[in-house]
């Protein structure tokens, strides 16, 4: 069974406040899209990880092989074995719920109550349900929205940032608030424990005109634009690309000096819930390791 993993973005991420027990109170509403890992998924007497790297971007040593892994531990939860090969095309520790994404897809595909995830991650239950969500509580609360299309340009930086320490950072600047239409209050509190994305998020302004916004806890800034929109349409036509096809829709990458850093930068659009389904066809050309160095 092949099951889609669509990466999370977030459109509005607005934090309310730290409760207790130190987990905070959120309102987001994201999309899932056509980047996705897939978790191929067959039955067997003990449960094992195979990782492949579906796309340059992706740092396999960062992606646990062990009964740490987010769909390990899905499938663990909901008393099932089996092998998983994962091809990851969701950057890891980029702010897309990549882990997430992988559990979420393995309890989907097994037809799991959303509460299901909630220990696994405040995030697991979003992906679960896929498409176009609304989130409130920890991010456990969720409600499907209609789907929304979109086509959306990201900026994958070469580091990652870690989530609780930006959730942390985000109480230590006492509890900024972003009045954006496209709202995210994690970004003040990214861009503080790691400069660099402050650096990269005006480099690409200068650029395109257009302020790209910080994806969840980051390190992924992305712009709801498409790569033409933003002038950067010919960036495509040279160098080492990647090429990745869920359902039909593109996901189209490159690499991109910004503020003397290297990134990717990745156009793809949304994906409509009922494509993150076992059915999806899926498919990506990857160059080599000596083209995505
Ligand atoms: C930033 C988002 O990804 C936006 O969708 C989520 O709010 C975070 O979801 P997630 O990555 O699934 O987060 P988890 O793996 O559950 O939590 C990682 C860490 O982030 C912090 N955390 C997470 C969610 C939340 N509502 N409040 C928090 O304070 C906690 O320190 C937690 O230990
Ligand atoms: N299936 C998985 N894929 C990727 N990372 C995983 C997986 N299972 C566990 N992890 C762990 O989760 C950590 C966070 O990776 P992930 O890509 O999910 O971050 P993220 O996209 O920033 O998360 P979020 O957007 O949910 O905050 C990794 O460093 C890795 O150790």
């Known amino acids: 069974m092949r099951l889609v993993a669509p990466a999370k ?10 409760r207790a027990d130190g987990l905070h109170e959120v309102e987001i509403e994201a999309v899932h899209l056509a980047l ?14 195979d990782l492949v790297a579906g796309a340059p971007w ?12 987010l769909a390990w531990r899905a499938l663990e939860l909901i008393g099932e074995t089996g092998t998983l ?18 559990a979420g897809a393995v309890l989907r595909a097994f ?3 959303l509460a299901t995830g909630r220990h696994l991650g405040a995030d697991v239950a979003l992906c679960q349900l ?7 509580g920890i991010g456990e609360q969720v409600m499907a929205l209609d789907d929304l299309d979109a086509v959306v340009t990201l900026i994958v930086p070469p580091f990652g940032v870690a ?10 600047l006492g509890g900024p608030h972003d009045d954006d239409e496209v709202a995210n209050d994690l970004e003040a509190a990214a861009c503080a424990i790691e400069p660099r994305l402050g650096a990269l998020i005006a480099a690409a302004e200068r650029r395109t005109g257009r302020r790209p916004r910080l994806a969840g806890s980051g390190s992924t800034l992305a712009w709801w634009h498409s790569a033409g929109t933003l002038g950067l349409g010919d960036e495509f036509a040279r160098g080492p690309a990647a090429h990745v096809t869920v359902g039909g829709d593109d996901v189209r990458a490159t690499r991109l000096m910004l503020a003397d850093l290297p990134v ?23 160059p080599s390791a000596g083209e995505s160095a």
């Open 264 to 286: 990717w930068l990745i156009e793809t659009r949304t994906l409509p819930r009922a494509l993150a389904s076992p059915a999806t066809e899926v498919s990506s050309e990857t």
């Open 9 to 18: 973005l977030t459109r509005t991420l607005r934090v309310l406040g730290r």
């Open 111 to 113: 037809g799991a109550p």
């Open 58 to 69: 992706v740092d396999l040593a960062r992606v646990p092989t062990d009964a740490t892994n």
């Open 85 to 102: 090969a994962i091809t990851k095309r969701i950057p890891v520790e980029g702010g897309l719920g990549g882990g997430s994404a992988d």
């Open 163 to 172: 989530t609780g320490s930006v959730y942390r950072a985000w109480d230590a």
């Open 130 to 136: 896929a498409g176009h969500v609304d989130a409130r």
């Open 36 to 49: 996705a890992d897939t978790v191929d998924l067959a039955p067997a007497p003990a449960t094992t990880i």
